[in-house]
């Protein structure tokens, strides 16, 4: 079984290399803070360029055709996942991944810059150029956020090498506490400075505190993995992609489930641009549901942090499909601007919930010496349809309304949810980490 090949490959390492376990072990507490700090400025300054709130309004301040703000969370989750397969091909080859990431990350900020210059022009340049700037940097950008996550989550499975649920949910907490301050200073611009000089000035801060992301990242203490994944073509690389997935079942099913879900991701990134237009909101409302996301982010990544570690990443899976099926049926049946608040909230729990549950299903159904290589299939493999649901999202409240959208998200997040419950096993019950009750 799979299951058994797994925990095998740990008993091996543990085995055999003692000696690399005990040094990183030795290293494990700096790493441990230093992953939270740099967590800490990257969630200060990205919370001011959020895809979910504060980016689709500026789109819709700058046309409102509902496909163009729907193709703001579209570029976000396929520039996210889709390079994700190449990036953990090359990051695989590699003994060290600290390079790697530091590299990517440099860019990063790089195409934050243009993204903050291309808002500049948007009074200097005729219609539809600064729209056009904008969509490229943010491409740019999403794609070197997609690049980077292989690395970086191989970098975080080989120096993290226990209580992760914890880690996973103080970084969390850490850096959506740093998002919230982040978003307060965004609350003050949107409202007290006239468009487009509140998102031009805006911008300037979220780059600027994003650059010490990649400062911090060069104090992290990384061992060679002791014995690398032999290096294969390129072309093999992804031959053997049908293969792995049936040597794996359980990480296929989990695959399945993750795009089920998927699809109810239609909507987030349109609840904070309806509920501003739809009530006549103050546009620094969009930044008090950034800080109402962030802040239920905080808390409840220590609590799905704690569930995952007690009672499996199943469970906070299946919870996740949940809270997306309800907070699209509340923004759907409940007409008052209030509930958006709690709607925002929602997101805040389902985002720290995909945060944990994600890399952790893939830990724990796929061998260590291939995380990256499940990585990126995992997430290439989503990216389309993530990317395709708030398009197709867009497309619903252009020929029908904002209801039929929220509907169909709410269908979407059913059936994730009875496939998880029906169909997927918690890993570690088959690992034997959980004694069935």
Same mark, same amino acid.
């Given at each position: 079984?799979?299951?058994?090949?797994?925990?095998?490959?740990?008993?091996?390492?543990?085995?055999?290399?003692?000696?690399?376990?005990?040094?990183?072990?030795?290293?494990?507490?700096?790493?441990?803070?230093?992953?939270?700090?740099?967590?800490?400025?990257?969630?200060?300054?990205?919370?001011?360029?959020?895809?979910?709130?504060?980016?689709?309004?500026?789109?819709?301040?700058?046309?409102?055709?509902?496909?163009?703000?729907?193709?703001?969370?579209?570029?976000?989750?396929?520039?996210?996942?889709?390079?994700?397969?190449?990036?953990?091909?090359?990051?695989?080859?590699?003994?060290?991944?600290?390079?790697?990431?530091?590299?990517?990350?440099?860019?990063?900020?790089?195409?934050?810059?243009?993204?903050?210059?291309?808002?500049?022009?948007?009074?200097?340049?005729?219609?539809?150029?600064?729209?056009?700037?904008?969509?490229?940097?943010?491409?740019?950008?999403?794609?070197?956020?997609?690049?980077?996550?292989?690395?970086?989550?191989?970098?975080?499975?080989?120096?993290?090498?226990?209580?992760?649920?914890?880690?996973?949910?103080?970084?969390?907490?850490?850096?959506?506490?740093?998002?919230?301050?982040?978003?307060?200073?965004?609350?003050?611009?949107?409202?007290?400075?006239?468009?487009?000089?509140?998102?031009?000035?805006?911008?300037?801060?979220?780059?600027?505190?994003?650059?010490?992301?990649?400062?911090?990242?060069?104090?992290?203490?990384?061992?060679?993995?002791?014995?690398?994944?032999?290096?294969?073509?390129?072309?093999?690389?992804?031959?053997?992609?049908?293969?792995?997935?049936?040597?794996?079942?359980?990480?296929?099913?989990?695959?399945?489930?993750?795009?089920?879900?998927?699809?109810?991701?239609?909507?987030?990134?349109?609840?904070?641009?309806?509920?501003?237009?739809?009530?006549?909101?103050?546009?620094?409302?969009?930044?008090?549901?950034?800080?109402?996301?962030?802040?239920?982010?905080?808390?409840?990544?220590?609590?799905?942090?704690?569930?995952?570690?007690?009672?499996?990443?199943?469970?906070?899976?299946?919870?996740?499909?949940?809270?997306?099926?309800?907070?699209?049926?509340?923004?759907?049946?409940?007409?008052?601007?209030?509930?958006?608040?709690?709607?925002?909230? =929602?997101? %805040?729990? /389902?985002?720290?919930? +995909?945060? !944990?549950?994600? *890399?952790?299903?893939?830990?724990?159904?796929?061998? #260590?010496?291939?995380?990256?290589?499940?990585?990126?299939?995992?997430?290439?493999?989503?990216?389309?349809?993530?990317?395709?649901?708030?398009?197709?999202?867009?497309?619903?409240?252009?020929?029908?309304?904002?209801?039929?959208?929220?509907?169909?998200?709410?269908?979407?997040? =059913?059936? %994730?949810? /009875?496939?998880?419950? +029906?169909? !997927?096993?918690? *890993?570690?019950?088959?690992?034997?980490?959980?004694? #069935?009750?």
């Amino acid at each position: 079984m799979a299951s058994e090949q797994i925990a095998t490959d740990i008993r091996y390492l543990a085995e055999n290399h003692p000696g690399y376990l005990e040094q990183v072990q030795r290293n494990y507490w700096r790493n441990f803070a230093l992953y939270i700090l740099e967590g800490c400025f990257f969630s200060f300054g990205f919370a001011i360029f959020a895809s979910d709130t504060i980016l689709p309004y500026l789109v819709s301040e700058l046309t409102g055709n509902p496909f163009l703000i729907g193709l703001v969370p579209a570029l976000n989750f396929l520039g996210y996942y889709l390079p994700q397969l190449f990036s953990a091909y090359f990051s695989q080859k590699l003994s060290r991944r600290k390079g790697m990431v530091i590299t990517v990350a440099v860019v990063q900020r790089t195409t934050l810059l243009l993204i903050t210059l291309a808002v500049q022009t948007i009074f200097h340049l005729p219609e539809p150029l600064p729209l056009l700037l904008f969509f490229t940097a943010y491409s740019l950008f999403c794609f070197s956020n997609g690049f980077i996550t292989p690395p970086y989550t191989d970098l975080v499975n080989k120096t993290i090498i226990s209580r992760r649920g914890l880690f996973y949910g103080l970084q969390i907490a850490g850096s959506s506490l740093a998002g919230f301050a982040g978003s307060m200073i965004a609350r003050q611009m949107l409202d007290n400075l006239a468009f487009p000089a509140n998102f031009q000035q805006l911008f300037w801060v979220g780059f600027l505190v994003s650059l010490f992301s990649p400062i911090v990242m060069l104090f992290y203490r990384e061992q060679p993995y002791p014995e690398p994944h032999p290096v294969e073509p390129l072309g093999n690389f992804f031959k053997v992609i049908p293969a792995k997935l049936r040597t794996y079942p359980l990480f296929t099913r989990v695959l399945l489930a993750r795009g089920l879900v998927g699809l109810s991701f239609m909507a987030p990134g349109f609840y904070a641009v309806y509920a501003v237009n739809h009530y006549n909101l103050n546009p620094g409302t969009v930044a008090v549901f950034t800080m109402v996301s962030l802040l239920t982010r905080s808390v409840m990544g220590l609590v799905w942090g704690a569930v995952g570690d007690r009672h499996g990443y199943r469970l906070v899976l299946a919870c996740l499909a949940g809270m997306l099926a309800v907070q699209s049926f509340l923004a759907m049946a409940v007409p008052d601007a209030r509930v958006f608040y709690i709607v925002m909230m =929602l997101t %805040g729990a /389902i985002n720290a919930a +995909l945060y !944990v549950a994600d *890399p952790n299903l893939v830990f724990e159904t796929t061998p #260590p010496a291939e995380t990256s290589r499940f990585i990126g299939i995992s997430n290439t493999v989503l990216g389309p349809l993530m990317a395709l649901a708030p398009l197709v999202g867009g497309l619903l409240v252009n020929y029908f309304n904002y209801q039929a959208l929220f509907g169909a998200a709410m269908i979407f997040g =059913l059936i %994730g949810l /009875i496939y998880v419950l +029906l169909k !997927v096993e918690e *890993p570690r019950r088959l690992n034997g980490l959980i004694k #069935p009750e």
